[in-house]
């Protein structure tokens, strides 16, 4: 599952330029003159600079200072940023509604929308279970991601599989699966 197209498109137009200001105001990565515009740019780059926010959230007020003729809509999704989910996951499977992602550190059970692509797509031909970075948030009703995903490059196997398995069933059955915070 994805967001619509008219979530989809104001999700980049509103974060976007968000990381440009984060970039210019603490000088994060000079090579990058904007990221709102340009094409073709290293994500491991882009996700240096959206560390930034995410360790500090009081940028994002900072932000919306300097931007307060913003529609109030827009506020409220750029405000929302800061209440996030941040960690390593395992993303264990892929249904109609999102993908599931399990916690590495408490074992919760979150499912995820992509914003433009799904997540299946984004991985094809991935080993599942897969082990990432990344960082979620409620857009709407639904969560998403940052956009920037780390995955690593080690294989889930046998008894570790199973056992994920079970932690999104139980999590199924007991109506423990986050949606949104």
Do not use: C
């Not at 003729?69 to 750029?78: G, Q």
């Not at 299946?120 to 857009?139: K, Q, R």
Request: hydrophobic residues 40%; glycine residues 6%.
């Amino acid at each position: 599952m994805t967001l619509s197209q008219e979530d989809g498109e104001p999700y980049y137009k509103l974060w976007l330029p968000l990381l440009d200001f984060v970039n210019k105001k603490h000088r994060i990565n000079s090579k990058m003159k904007s990221i709102a515009t340009a094409k073709g740019l290293d994500p491991a780059d882009v996700k240096e600079v959206a560390n930034k926010p995410w360790s500090d959230v009081t940028i994002i007020d900072d932000y919306l200072k300097e931007n307060e003729d913003f529609p109030e809509e827009h506020k409220e999704i750029i405000r929302s940023r800061k209440r996030r989910i941040q960690g390593k996951f395992l993303m264990e499977r892929h249904l109609k509604k999102g993908t599931i992602f399990i916690s590495l550190e408490n074992e919760e059970v979150y499912q995820v929308s992509g914003i433009i692509s799904g997540w299946e797509e984004m991985f094809f031909g991935a080993p599942m279970p897969l082990m990432l970075e990344a960082t979620f948030m409620s857009f709407r009703d639904v969560f998403i991601s940052d956009g920037l995903v780390m995955p690593y490059n080690i294989q889930v196997l046998g008894g570790m599989k199973r056992i994920y398995k079970d932690v999104y069933m139980a999590a199924k059955k007991n109506g423990r699966i986050h949606r949104t915070l």
